[in-house]
């Protein structure tokens, strides 16, 4: 008997995921079919985990006086449409529907924009720490579904370095894209 799938796209939102909807959105250009994937990393402070400071940053609600490095990106107005916690927990900040702010300047296969016609998806993390295999696990079914919801999307996945090369520097090397796409894959063939 075939399991009830985890994850499901109904009319943009990703029911299996948590609701923490972000102000930091707006409409993507009518043209712009969901094409690519853009997965990155994310950790406030840098490398440190827990403490719910990336649900606060990406709903401008993060009090910038907190830590040192708040500072840094204080007034920042940024959003993914999904971010995959270190605990395997998946949270949807924007509907796949509209255009999420988490790529900048940015070019995939020639074509600029990214954040038009790509879903992203931060994973927390760093560059210099490994990820955890529920994360692997999750964002593996998390794109499996997605590919199901948004046919452009099966050979589009990209890391944020890929899109913007010497601005920008995740998923970063401890990222297995390997692994990440041979469960992929199995989850496919399933
Ligand atoms: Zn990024």
């Not at 950790?43 to 009090?63: A, E, M, R, V, W």
């Not at 070019?107 to 954040?115: A, F, P, T, V």
Request: one cysteine or more; charged letters at 20%.
């Amino acid at each position: 008997m075939q399991e009830r799938p985890l994850f499901q796209v109904i009319d943009g939102a990703l029911s299996g995921a948590t609701q923490i909807p972000s102000p930091n959105f707006n409409q993507r250009p009518d043209d712009a079919a969901i094409q690519l994937v853009v997965i990155h990393n994310i950790s406030l402070p840098p490398s440190q985990f827990g403490g719910g400071y990336i649900q606060q940053f990406f709903q401008n609600k993060l009090d910038w006086s907190e830590h040192p490095y708040f500072q840094t990106i204080e007034g920042m107005q940024v959003s993914a449409h999904l971010l995959i916690l270190r605990t395997g927990e998946v949270i949807q900040f924007v509907n796949f529907k509209d255009r999420a702010w988490h790529a900048g300047r940015s070019s995939y296969l020639g074509k600029k924009e990214c954040n038009d016609y790509s879903i992203g998806i931060e994973l927390e993390g760093s560059d210099d720490l490994p990820f955890e295999e529920i994360q692997y696990e999750k964002l593996a079914e998390v794109v499996a579904t997605l590919q199901l919801a948004y046919p452009k999307i099966q050979q589009h996945l990209a890391g944020h370095s890929d899109i913007a090369p010497g601005r920008k520097t995740d998923p970063g090397r401890f990222f297995d894209w390997i692994k990440f796409r041979t469960r992929l894959q199995q989850l496919k063939n399933q």
